[in-house]
C-alpha cells in the first residue's frame, strides 16, 4: 500500500486490509440524503424511508407498452451476438450462460433513453443534492435454475477501492423487468448499513474484476460484521411485480441468492454519482478497472469501442 504523506488527509474508508481494525467498523462521513422534498419528486416520507433504511422500493414504476419495450430490449440485448466473449459481457462462473452485461446505455439507445430519463435523474438529483452523471449501468440476467448469486458487499466498497471513488455520493437504481419472488433469486439488504463502513480483508489482486464479476471473494465484509449487523437490522428483500424501482444508497449492504426457479429474475441497473465525486485514481488497488465499469462524466465509452 502507498505511504501517505504526513499532511495528506487520511483516507475515512481504508479497505482491502492485510490486518483487521480493533473496531469492525468505521463511521459513514458523508449525509445520505443531500437534496431537499421541493427538489424532486421524492416526498418527504420517502427521502425520509431512503435516509433511514438506505432503500426505497417503487412498485409500478414503470408500466405497459414502456414496460413491454424494455423487457424486449432486454432480449435482443442478450441474444446479441456480437458481445459474447467481450470484456464487458460477464458469464456465470463455471458456464457460458450471461450474469451480467455492462454498459448497456452505450450498447442501446432504449436504455440510454431510460438511464437520462428525469424521473430517474430527477430522484438522483434529489438525493445526491447535485448533478449526476451514469458512473456504471448494466443488466443483470439471471436465468432460471443457471444465476448465480451475488455475495454480501457494499459497492461503494468496491468503487472506492478498485475505481477511485472519493466519497458516499451515489446511488444506484435498479428497475425490475422480470417479476421478481421469493425464489429468482432477489436482491436482499440489511437496513440501515449504509450508515456504517465495513473495511474488508485482503490485498485486492490484479485483475480483480474478472473474478469478482463472477464470484466476489475480496471486497465482501467479514462473517463476524455481517452477524452484527444483520443481528441488528435484519434483511429485507423487496419483491414485486416487473417495473418496480429500487433506490438504493451506494454504501447499502447487499447480495443475493441463485435462481432456483424456472423464471428469469432480471433487471436494470444505473448507478449515479454526484459530478464533483468523479473518480480519481483507486484508493485500494493497483490499477484502475476497465472504462465499461466506471465511466467518467462526458465520456463517450461506444466510441472508443469502434
Ligand atoms: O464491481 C462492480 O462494480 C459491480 N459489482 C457488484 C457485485 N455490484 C456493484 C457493481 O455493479
Ligand atoms: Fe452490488
Known amino acids: 500500500q502507498a505511504t501517505q504523506a504526513t499532511n495528506a488527509p487520511r483516507d475515512p474508508y481504508p479497505t482491502r486490509l ?13 449525509p445520505v440524503v ?24 417503487e ?24 458481445y459474447a466473449g467481450r470484456d464487458f459481457s460477464i458469464t456465470e462462473p463455471g458456464s457460458q450462460v450471461i450474469r451480467s452485461l455492462f454498459a448497456v446505455h452505450f450498447l442501446s439507445e432504449r436504455f440510454s433513453r431510460l438511464a437520462q430519463d428525469e424521473r430517474l435523474m430527477g430522484r438522483a438529483r434529489q438525493i445526491l443534492g447535485g448533478e449526476p452523471y451514469v458512473h456504471q449501468s448494466r443488466i443483470n440476467y439471471k436465468p432460471g435454475f443457471q444465476g448465480k448469486g451475488f455475495n454480501w458487499h457494499s459497492d ?14 451515489a446511488v444506484s437504481a435498479s428497475i425490475v423487468l422480470t417479476d421478481n419472488h421469493t425464489f429468482n433469486g432477489p436482491l436482499m439488504l440489511i437496513p440501515g448499513s449504509h450508515r456504517v463502513f465495513v473495511p474488508c480483508l485482503g490485498e485486492t489482486p490484479d485483475d480483480h474484476h474478472k473474478q469478482s464479476l463472477k464470484t466476489q471473494e475480496f471486497g465482501v465484509p467479514s462473517r463476524e460484521a455481517l452477524t452484527r449487523l444483520i443481528e441488528r437490522h435484519g434483511i429485507e428483500a423487496p419483491t414485486g411485480a416487473a417495473g418496480g424501482l429500487l433506490l438504493f444508497d451506494c454504501n447499502t449492504l447487499h447480495g443475493s441468492n441463485a435462481n ?43 466510441a472508443q469501442q469502434r
Open 18 to 30: 492485510a490486518q483487521p481494525l480493533d473496531m469492525p467498523w468505521l463511521k459513514r462521513q458523508e
Open 34 to 57: 443531500k437534496g431537499r422534498a421541493e427538489d424532486g419528486p421524492l416526498d418527504p416520507g420517502q427521502l425520509e424511508r431512503f435516509e433511514r433504511e438506505g432503500f426505497l422500493f
Open 59 to 82: 412498485p409500478n414504476f414503470l408500466s405497459g407498452r414502456e414496460l413491454e419495450e424494455l423487457r424486449d430490449e432486454l432480449k435482443t440485448l442478450l441474444e446479441n451476438k456480437d
Open 156 to 169: 461503494f466498497e468496491t468503487w472506492h477501492a478498485e475505481d477511485g471513488m472519493p466519497a458516499m455520493n
Open 260 to 302: 432456483m426457479s424456472p423464471d428469469p429474475r432480471s433487471n436494470a441497473f444505473f448507478v449515479y454519482n454526484r459530478r464533483d465525486n468523479a473518480c480519481g485514481e483507486p484508493y485500494a488497488a493497483k490499477r484502475k478497472r476497465p472504462d465499461f465499469l466506471a465511466h467518467r462524466p462526458g465520456d463517450d465509452w461506444s
